[in-house]
Protein backbone atom coordinates (compact mmCIF):
# COMPACT_ATOMS: atom_id res chain seq x y z
CA UNK A 1 0.00 0.00 0.00
CA UNK A 2 1.09 3.50 -0.94
CA UNK A 3 0.28 6.18 1.70
CA UNK A 4 -1.87 9.04 -0.71
CA UNK A 5 0.13 12.31 0.09
CA UNK A 6 -3.06 14.44 -1.60
CA UNK A 7 -6.10 15.15 -0.24
CA UNK A 8 -4.85 14.06 3.31
CA UNK A 9 -5.45 16.17 6.06
CA UNK A 10 -3.54 16.78 9.30
CA UNK A 11 -4.35 18.37 12.70
CA UNK A 12 -1.14 20.09 14.21
CA UNK A 13 -1.03 20.78 17.85
CA UNK A 14 0.75 23.96 18.81
CA UNK A 15 1.43 25.18 15.09
CA UNK A 16 2.12 28.69 15.29
CA UNK A 17 5.78 28.76 16.37
CA UNK A 18 8.69 26.60 17.13
CA UNK A 19 8.38 22.37 15.90
CA UNK A 20 4.69 22.55 15.40
CA UNK A 21 5.34 25.79 12.46
CA UNK A 22 7.41 23.56 11.03
CA UNK A 23 5.75 21.10 10.47
CA UNK A 24 2.82 22.41 9.77
CA UNK A 25 4.72 24.40 7.04
CA UNK A 26 6.65 20.78 5.73
CA UNK A 27 3.31 18.75 5.56
CA UNK A 28 2.03 21.43 3.75
CA UNK A 29 4.82 21.31 1.33
CA UNK A 30 4.16 17.55 1.07
CA UNK A 31 0.72 18.01 0.11
CA UNK A 32 -1.22 17.68 3.00
CA UNK A 33 -4.11 20.12 4.18
CA UNK A 34 -3.23 20.99 7.43
CA UNK A 35 -5.28 22.70 10.69
CA UNK A 36 -3.51 23.50 13.68
CA UNK A 37 -4.05 24.98 17.19
CA UNK A 38 -2.63 27.52 18.61
CA UNK A 39 -2.95 29.06 21.95
CA UNK A 40 -2.21 32.88 22.11
CA UNK A 41 0.12 33.76 18.66
CA UNK A 42 -2.10 35.03 16.33
CA UNK A 43 -0.01 37.03 14.63
CA UNK A 44 2.78 33.62 14.07
CA UNK A 45 -0.43 31.74 13.32
CA UNK A 46 -1.26 33.75 10.28
CA UNK A 47 1.99 33.72 8.71
CA UNK A 48 2.19 29.58 9.04
CA UNK A 49 -0.68 30.29 7.50
CA UNK A 50 0.04 32.46 4.50
CA UNK A 51 2.92 29.39 4.23
CA UNK A 52 0.74 26.81 4.11
CA UNK A 53 -1.27 28.35 1.29
CA UNK A 54 1.88 29.52 -0.32
CA UNK A 55 2.14 25.24 -0.79
CA UNK A 56 -0.94 25.46 -2.94
CA UNK A 57 -2.87 23.72 0.50
CA UNK A 58 -5.79 24.82 2.41
CA UNK A 59 -4.41 25.45 6.16
CA UNK A 60 -6.78 26.29 9.30
CA UNK A 61 -5.49 28.16 12.32
CA UNK A 62 -7.96 27.03 15.61
CA UNK A 63 -7.08 28.92 18.17
CA UNK A 64 -7.69 26.48 20.92
CA UNK A 65 -5.87 25.61 24.41
CA UNK A 66 -4.66 22.48 24.88
CA UNK A 67 -5.45 22.92 28.15
CA UNK A 68 -9.22 23.26 27.92
CA UNK A 69 -11.18 19.69 27.64
CA UNK A 70 -13.77 21.58 25.19
CA UNK A 71 -11.38 23.27 23.04
CA UNK A 72 -9.48 20.28 22.34
CA UNK A 73 -12.25 18.03 20.96
CA UNK A 74 -13.24 21.06 19.08
CA UNK A 75 -10.13 21.81 17.20
CA UNK A 76 -10.34 18.07 16.06
CA UNK A 77 -14.10 18.52 15.10
CA UNK A 78 -13.42 21.76 13.10
CA UNK A 79 -11.27 20.17 11.30
CA UNK A 80 -13.00 17.28 9.51
CA UNK A 81 -16.37 19.75 9.35
CA UNK A 82 -14.12 22.11 7.26
CA UNK A 83 -11.76 20.26 6.03
CA UNK A 84 -13.46 17.42 5.62
CA UNK A 85 -11.35 14.62 7.00
CA UNK A 86 -8.94 13.55 9.19
CA UNK A 87 -5.77 11.44 8.28
CA UNK A 88 -2.89 13.04 10.79
CA UNK A 89 -2.58 14.24 14.27
CA UNK A 90 0.64 15.40 15.57
CA UNK A 91 0.57 16.33 19.10
CA UNK A 92 3.24 18.87 19.51
CA UNK A 93 1.75 21.42 21.81
CA UNK A 94 3.85 21.28 25.19
CA UNK A 95 4.97 23.58 27.91
CA UNK A 96 8.11 22.94 29.84
CA UNK A 97 7.78 22.92 34.00
CA UNK A 98 10.97 23.35 35.40
CA UNK A 99 12.77 23.83 39.07
CA UNK A 100 13.38 20.99 41.95
CA UNK A 101 10.98 19.37 43.04
CA UNK A 102 9.82 21.47 46.36
CA UNK A 103 9.75 24.71 44.24
CA UNK A 104 6.91 23.53 41.15
CA UNK A 105 4.37 25.18 41.91
CA UNK A 106 0.54 23.34 42.08
CA UNK A 107 -0.30 25.35 39.33
CA UNK A 108 2.66 24.71 37.01
CA UNK A 109 2.05 21.27 37.91
CA UNK A 110 -1.60 21.37 36.89
CA UNK A 111 -1.11 23.19 33.81
CA UNK A 112 1.45 21.20 32.34
CA UNK A 113 -0.53 17.47 33.08
CA UNK A 114 -3.12 19.28 31.65
CA UNK A 115 -1.50 20.83 28.12
CA UNK A 116 1.46 17.64 27.97
CA UNK A 117 -0.87 14.85 28.86
CA UNK A 118 -4.91 15.61 29.29
CA UNK A 119 -4.44 17.63 26.60
CA UNK A 120 -2.83 14.66 24.33
CA UNK A 121 -5.09 11.88 25.07
CA UNK A 122 -8.39 13.95 24.57
CA UNK A 123 -7.16 15.07 21.04
CA UNK A 124 -6.09 11.45 20.33
CA UNK A 125 -9.18 10.15 21.42
CA UNK A 126 -11.41 12.64 19.35
CA UNK A 127 -9.09 11.82 16.20
CA UNK A 128 -9.32 8.04 16.41
CA UNK A 129 -13.06 8.54 15.47
CA UNK A 130 -12.01 9.79 12.54
CA UNK A 131 -8.72 8.40 11.72
CA UNK A 132 -9.41 5.18 8.71
CA UNK A 133 -6.55 2.84 7.48
CA UNK A 134 -3.32 4.27 7.01
CA UNK A 135 -3.67 6.94 10.00
CA UNK A 136 -1.22 8.17 11.65
CA UNK A 137 -0.50 9.87 15.07
CA UNK A 138 3.09 11.51 16.04
CA UNK A 139 3.36 12.98 19.83
CA UNK A 140 6.29 15.02 20.41
CA UNK A 141 8.05 13.91 23.60
CA UNK A 142 11.48 15.00 25.11
CA UNK A 143 15.14 13.56 24.43
CA UNK A 144 16.18 14.30 27.48
CA UNK A 145 13.24 14.22 29.48
CA UNK A 146 12.98 10.78 28.62
CA UNK A 147 16.50 9.59 28.42
CA UNK A 148 18.70 11.27 30.64
CA UNK A 149 16.43 14.12 32.92
CA UNK A 150 18.19 16.48 34.30
CA UNK A 151 17.78 17.48 38.12
CA UNK A 152 14.93 20.42 38.01
CA UNK A 153 13.06 18.78 35.17
CA UNK A 154 10.78 16.13 37.09
CA UNK A 155 7.67 17.50 36.15
CA UNK A 156 8.01 17.79 32.60
CA UNK A 157 9.86 14.79 32.39
CA UNK A 158 7.08 12.81 34.14
CA UNK A 159 4.34 14.73 31.58
CA UNK A 160 6.40 13.22 28.84
CA UNK A 161 6.97 9.69 29.75
CA UNK A 162 3.23 8.91 30.69
CA UNK A 163 3.33 10.26 26.14
CA UNK A 164 5.66 7.35 25.70
CA UNK A 165 3.57 4.81 27.64
CA UNK A 166 0.20 6.26 25.34
CA UNK A 167 2.49 5.65 22.59
CA UNK A 168 3.05 1.97 22.79
CA UNK A 169 -0.18 1.32 24.52
CA UNK A 170 -2.09 2.57 21.46
CA UNK A 171 0.06 1.37 18.92
CA UNK A 172 -0.99 -1.95 19.70
CA UNK A 173 -4.65 -1.15 20.10
CA UNK A 174 -4.47 0.42 16.68
CA UNK A 175 -2.36 -1.31 14.29
CA UNK A 176 -5.57 -3.87 13.77
CA UNK A 177 -7.27 -0.53 12.14
CA UNK A 178 -4.02 0.49 10.07
CA UNK A 179 -3.57 3.38 12.15
CA UNK A 180 0.24 3.85 13.40
CA UNK A 181 1.17 5.83 16.92
CA UNK A 182 4.54 6.95 17.07
CA UNK A 183 7.00 9.14 19.61
CA UNK A 184 9.69 11.66 18.32
CA UNK A 185 11.96 12.57 21.51
CA UNK A 186 13.69 15.64 19.62
CA UNK A 187 16.29 17.16 21.47
CA UNK A 188 17.74 20.80 21.87
CA UNK A 189 15.50 22.58 19.41
CA UNK A 190 16.32 26.00 18.39
CA UNK A 191 12.83 27.92 19.19
CA UNK A 192 11.10 29.97 21.56
CA UNK A 193 11.14 27.49 24.63
CA UNK A 194 14.67 26.80 23.88
CA UNK A 195 16.68 28.78 22.17
CA UNK A 196 20.14 28.19 21.16
CA UNK A 197 21.43 31.41 22.26
CA UNK A 198 19.89 30.97 25.85
CA UNK A 199 22.37 30.96 28.77
CA UNK A 200 21.81 27.61 29.35
CA UNK A 201 22.83 26.57 25.95
CA UNK A 202 26.59 26.09 25.89
CA UNK A 203 25.90 23.39 28.78
CA UNK A 204 23.31 21.28 26.02
CA UNK A 205 25.46 21.84 23.05
CA UNK A 206 28.50 20.09 25.16
CA UNK A 207 26.45 16.97 25.57
CA UNK A 208 25.65 16.86 21.78
CA UNK A 209 27.57 14.56 19.27
CA UNK A 210 27.25 16.89 16.30
CA UNK A 211 27.82 19.82 18.44
CA UNK A 212 24.72 22.16 17.43
CA UNK A 213 21.00 22.36 18.01
CA UNK A 214 18.78 20.66 15.71
CA UNK A 215 16.30 22.97 13.59
CA UNK A 216 12.62 22.59 13.88
CA UNK A 217 12.67 21.55 10.28
CA UNK A 218 15.14 18.82 11.53
CA UNK A 219 11.98 17.43 13.85
CA UNK A 220 9.82 18.36 10.89
CA UNK A 221 12.04 16.13 8.31
CA UNK A 222 11.03 13.19 10.68
CA UNK A 223 7.49 13.89 11.11
CA UNK A 224 7.16 13.65 7.05
CA UNK A 225 8.52 10.37 7.00
CA UNK A 226 6.36 8.55 9.80
CA UNK A 227 3.09 10.00 7.75
CA UNK A 228 4.51 9.55 4.92
CA UNK A 229 5.26 6.11 2.92
CA UNK A 230 8.18 5.41 4.64
CA UNK A 231 6.55 5.56 8.13
CA UNK A 232 3.93 2.68 6.85
CA UNK A 233 5.64 0.02 9.11
CA UNK A 234 6.89 2.22 11.98
CA UNK A 235 4.52 2.22 14.92
CA UNK A 236 5.26 2.06 18.82
CA UNK A 237 8.91 3.22 17.82
CA UNK A 238 10.57 6.35 19.71
CA UNK A 239 12.84 8.03 17.85
CA UNK A 240 15.25 10.85 18.93
CA UNK A 241 16.31 13.54 17.28
CA UNK A 242 18.78 15.12 19.20
CA UNK A 243 22.48 15.24 17.36
CA UNK A 244 23.18 12.52 19.37
CA UNK A 245 22.76 13.79 22.57
CA UNK A 246 21.43 10.70 24.53
CA UNK A 247 23.82 7.91 22.44
N1 LIG B 1 12.65 23.17 21.83
C1 LIG B 1 13.20 22.11 22.41
O1 LIG B 1 14.42 22.07 22.69
C2 LIG B 1 12.36 20.90 22.72
C3 LIG B 1 13.04 19.75 23.14
C4 LIG B 1 12.29 18.61 23.42
C5 LIG B 1 10.93 18.63 23.27
N2 LIG B 1 10.29 19.75 22.86
C6 LIG B 1 8.83 19.67 22.72
O2 LIG B 1 8.46 20.09 21.43
C7 LIG B 1 7.15 20.67 21.46
C8 LIG B 1 7.19 22.06 20.81
O3 LIG B 1 8.14 22.83 21.52
P1 LIG B 1 8.72 24.20 20.92
O4 LIG B 1 10.12 24.27 21.38
O5 LIG B 1 8.40 24.34 19.49
O6 LIG B 1 7.84 25.23 21.79
P2 LIG B 1 7.52 26.80 21.56
O7 LIG B 1 8.59 27.42 20.74
O8 LIG B 1 7.27 27.30 22.93
O9 LIG B 1 6.16 26.76 20.73
C9 LIG B 1 5.04 26.18 21.34
C10 LIG B 1 3.88 26.13 20.39
O10 LIG B 1 2.82 25.45 21.07
C11 LIG B 1 1.74 26.34 21.26
N3 LIG B 1 1.18 26.15 22.57
C12 LIG B 1 1.78 26.31 23.77
N4 LIG B 1 0.92 26.05 24.76
C13 LIG B 1 -0.25 25.73 24.16
C14 LIG B 1 -1.53 25.39 24.64
N5 LIG B 1 -1.78 25.34 25.95
N6 LIG B 1 -2.51 25.13 23.74
C15 LIG B 1 -2.27 25.20 22.41
N7 LIG B 1 -1.09 25.54 21.90
C16 LIG B 1 -0.09 25.79 22.77
C17 LIG B 1 2.28 27.74 21.07
O11 LIG B 1 1.21 28.58 20.68
P3 LIG B 1 1.28 30.20 20.86
O12 LIG B 1 2.19 30.64 19.74
O13 LIG B 1 -0.12 30.68 20.67
O14 LIG B 1 1.85 30.47 22.20
C18 LIG B 1 3.34 27.49 20.01
O15 LIG B 1 2.75 27.40 18.72
C19 LIG B 1 6.73 20.69 22.94
O16 LIG B 1 5.91 19.58 23.20
C20 LIG B 1 8.06 20.57 23.68
O17 LIG B 1 7.89 19.97 24.94
C21 LIG B 1 10.97 20.90 22.58
Redesign the pocket.
Known sequence: MTVQCGNRVALV??????????VARRLAADGIDVA???????D??QSVLADIEAYGRTGLPV??????PA?VVGAVEQTVAELGRLDILV??????AGGPIESVSFDDLD?AV???VR?VYLATQAAVRHLGDGGRIVN??????SRVPAPGVSA?AMT?SAVNGLTRALARELGPRGITVNLI??????????PADSAGAYAQRSHIALGR??A?AD?AATVSHLVGDGGRHITGASIAIDGGATA
Open positions: TGGSRGIGAAFTYRTAGSARADSADANNAGVFRAVNGIGSSFAYKLPGSTDTDMNYAPV
